[in-house]
């Protein structure tokens, strides 16, 4: 069946996104990037990053920032200005339409945009193995009647039915899920590659109303890149009496790490710029180091961001609300991960922004939404519930062990097979949890009950299964069954989902707080039971060993033995660990003299070996497969 | 009283349709998913080593840089090291000189002039492949014919 998509038609950058399972997802291109740049060489029908590779070749040939000249005529006065700047030649068309000019041969803005658009659909094809007929594709909300009917014309020469045109800051606010809140007044504020656009909408029973739209159309993300290049040739100058900005290959190099260093300064408050070799002074070479820190990059481009924050105030002002009344303002575009511009737009709003979608893609979802709307696919969508925390049992020591963890959809079931922790345990208590911590008694308890019945074997030895099975209802069926006697025991719960909002959010929260110092307890929980299987084993091995060890070496053993028996008691987690390495080392001696052993019989007896080192070989397996479960004495 | 007992069949038929509509969606959804999960699986593990090799490749230019200034067998060693272990992944240089510029090996980052159009004079960023793919555009000057100050 032919699929629909949400194209985010942009300036710079353009984003194709599809429904998939309900949900929206934005497509990775065949470059293997989930934005296609939004350049075009016609004559060879190349778009995105290969037809970039070009600009400086072919000034003239390759087509960038095409959406600038979409619907406009001639004559228009932005097309005065974008003129100026843009090295491609522009033209009067026909009904005074502007053109593009290259070589003998002339394109329509439509043209350009299209090819643009086709891409897109061919990664989208490429990607849903699928055909692509339809299209849902943005454009800004300040776009006139002319200039989104171009936009839809460019979407059927591409070959795609175009259900509808609709407006950036609307489909942000779909992908941030706002039609479906209460609320009246929204402010979108984005930032992005080269474009700067505030929108002030109201919502009204499903109905988006662009209250006001304002913005700067030359500011963006390349701007700040240009600021932070300049910033690093200028300090090179300083330091060496070198200009970098007239050697093409070191600019390069610098325009890469400017780029980094911004995103990475959105996450971290300094970073280091290293371009080794990136000159020659005087036939020695120098290198390019710099710390740069975040404090630095905003007062940089301190201005840059106070240019964004005119038009926002002119936008309120046309909008007559009053800042107070807006009930969320959502963030779109690259930019506005800057911590600065977030903490601007908190100041000027007087709230803090929602910013729970990727600024990057917001765009180009909120259009698939519309698309799965129109298409019929949203409704359509089974939702499944999740359980909302992790569901598990207790196991030795007070360790709470996940069987089911949280989000996971349900119907679902999972087995896990556990044993005993002593020698001849003949019952396991199944004590069910429900919860994030590490530690049983740190989480809810749903239930539990006894199997019994386990034959008596040693530690380790039996299998005992446990399966967790959640229903559609949310109803939890725990059933523990010894693999041995196949002896069956169960439990029904059905309050596991049913904890409130608040509840689930204090448990949540609970389990982020205590994050590391559960951790800690749960590591040393998990030393201590190692040492004490390792102790079980090492007292196995000497009552196995005998006489056939020599006197030192079961002394050395026993005595490491009673080492981690008294670390047992109260030693911290290393402490348990190193006794515990001692003893497994000393031990190792034993294993040693019993291979060495087991060698010279199989000298003797040949025939009889590679039978036995196959069961050994087995049970190792089996060993492995099995953890320890809760202790009932 | 027939004809309720009809009508509810018939209302229950059409709710056995559709709950085995629902089913076999719910079966085919979950299959394609696991086709999917499989090809993005290898897909992610290609991606991760391309995105290593390339990070990678940054380090191997600065030792060719290096090798310039420095001549120092231990450095032409670790450089060796690395390209060996390139060349066992599969990454191989790409070779351009002189040849037409193709945009989908490389970016043009500089015109000079030149006897004829189009021709890659001078590579100052290598360029790679792995298998059939570019796994790192080289960077290239190319020649323009008129003279590019005019």
């Not at chain 1, 990053?49 to 070009?54: E, G, L, S, V, Y």
């Not at chain 1, 930032?191 to 499903?206: K, R, V």
């Not at chain 2, 004809?3 to 059409?14: C, G, N, S, V, W």
């Amino acid at each position: 069946m032919p699929k629909t998509v949400g194209i985010d038609l942009g300036t710079t950058n353009s984003v194709v996104a599809v429904m998939e399972g309900g949900r929206p997802k934005v497509i990775s291109s065949k470059e293997g990037r989930n934005t296609i740049p939004s350049v075009v060489d016609p004559e060879k029908r190349i778009v995105g990053d290969i037809a970039k590779r070009q600009l400086i070749v072919k000034p003239q040939e390759v087509i960038f920032s095409v959406k600038r000249l979409m619907g406009r005529k001639y004559d228009d006065t932005v097309v005065d200005q974008e003129k100026k700047w843009l090295p491609y030649e522009i033209v009067k068309g026909k009904n005074d339409r502007v053109n593009i000019k290259i070589n003998d041969k002339t394109y329509t803005p439509e043209e350009i945009s299209a090819m643009i658009l086709k891409k897109a659909k061919e990664d989208a094809e490429d990607y849903l193995g699928d055909k692509v007929d339809k299209a849902v594709i943005t454009v800004p909300a300040y776009f006139d009647d002319s200039q989104r009917e171009a936009t839809k014309q460019a979407g059927e020469i591409a070959g795609l039915e175009v259900l509808r045109i609709i407006n950036e800051p609307t489909a942000s606010a779909l992908a941030y899920g706002l039609d479906k809140k209460n609320l009246h007044n929204i402010a979108v504020y984005d930032f992005g590659g080269g474009t700067f656009d505030i929108t002030i909408l109201e919502i009204g029973e499903g109905v988006f109303e662009v209250k006001a739209t304002r913005g700067d159309t030359h500011l963006g993300g390349d701007d700040f890149d240009q600021k932070i290049i300049e910033f690093l040739v200028d300090e090179f100058k300083k330091e060496n009496g070198i200009d970098l900005a007239k050697d093409p290959q070191a600019l390069q190099r610098l325009k890469e790490a400017a780029e980094k260093a911004k995103v990475e300064l959105s996450t971290s408050l300094e970073t280091e710029i290293n371009l080794p070799f990136i000159t020659v002074k005087d036939g020695n070479p120098l290198h390019f180091v710099k710390k740069l820190s975040r404090a630095k990059i905003e007062s940089l481009t301190e201005d840059l961001i106070k240019r964004s924050f005119d038009p926002v105030e002119e936008c309120i002002k046309d909008s007559k609300i009053d800042p107070k009344d807006i009930d969320e303002v959502i963030l779109v575009g690259g930019m506005t991960r800057m911590p600065r511009i977030r903490d601007e737009v908190k100041k000027h709003f007087g709230k803090e922004p929602n910013k729970s979608v990727n600024p990057d893609e917001a765009v180009a979802l909120g259009a698939a939404i519309q698309a799965g709307i129109i298409a019929g696919d949203v409704k359509d969508v089974v939702l499944l519930d999740v359980t909302p925390l992790t569901l598990g049992v207790e196991t030795l020591g007070g360790v709470s062990t996940p069987l089911i963890e949280r989000n996971t959809a349900i119907p679902t079931s999972k087995s896990e097979v556990f044993s005993t922790a002593a020698d001849n345990q003949t019952q396991v208590d199944i004590h069910i949890l429900q919860g994030e911590r590490s530690l049983a008694k740190d989480n809810k308890s749903l239930g539990r009950f006894i199997l019994e019945g386990i034959p008596p074997a040693p530690r380790g030895m039996p299998q005992v299964e446990v399966t967790f099975d959640i229903d559609a209802n949310g109803i939890l069926d725990v059933t523990a069954k010894d693999k041995a006697t196949g002896k069956s025991q169960s439990i029904k719960i059905t309050g596991s989902t049913g904890l409130n909002k608040d509840e689930i959010e204090k448990m949540k929260g609970d389990a982020e707080k205590h994050a590391e110092s559960d951790q800690q307890e749960k590591e040393r929980i998990e030393a201590r039971n190692k040492a004490d299987s390792l102790v079980y084993t090492a007292e196995k091995s000497l009552k196995d060993a005998g006489d056939k060890a020599p006197k030192d070496i079961k002394e050395d053993v026993e005595k490491k033995i009673k080492d981690v028996k008294d670390s047992l008691e109260k030693g911290s987690k290393e402490e348990i660990e190193t006794k515990t390495k001692d003893l497994s080392d000393a031990l190792q001696k034993i294993g040693e003299i019993a291979y060495r052993q087991q060698a010279e019989k199989e000298k003797s007896e040949k025939s009889d070996a590679s039978d036995k080192s196959d069961k050994s070989e087995k049970s190792k397996k089996n060993e492995k497969d099995v953890e320890e479960g809760e202790v009932v004495e | 009283m027939t004809a309720k007992r009809k009508d509810d069949t018939h209302k229950l038929q059409l709710e056995l349709e559709d709950a085995r509509h629902k089913h076999l969606r719910a079966l085919a959804d979950y299959q394609n998913l696991e086709k999917r999960i499989s090809q993005l699986t290898n897909e992610a593990r290609s991606t991760t080593q391309r995105d290593l090799l390339v990070r990678f490749l940054d380090i191997a230019d600065h030792l060719e840089k290096a090798e310039m200034f420095i001549q120092d067998k231990g450095l032409k060693m670790i450089k060796e090291d690395f390209f060996r272990i390139f060349n066992e992944l599969g990454v191989k240089e790409m070779d351009l000189v002189g040849k037409i510029y193709d945009p989908y090996l490389a970016e043009a980052v500089e015109v000079i002039q030149g006897d004829e159009d189009s021709v890659v004079k001078e590579v100052v960023k290598k360029g790679y492949m792995i298998g059939d793919k570019v796994l790192r555009p080289a960077h290239v000057k190319v020649t323009k014919k008129i003279d590019i100050n005019n």
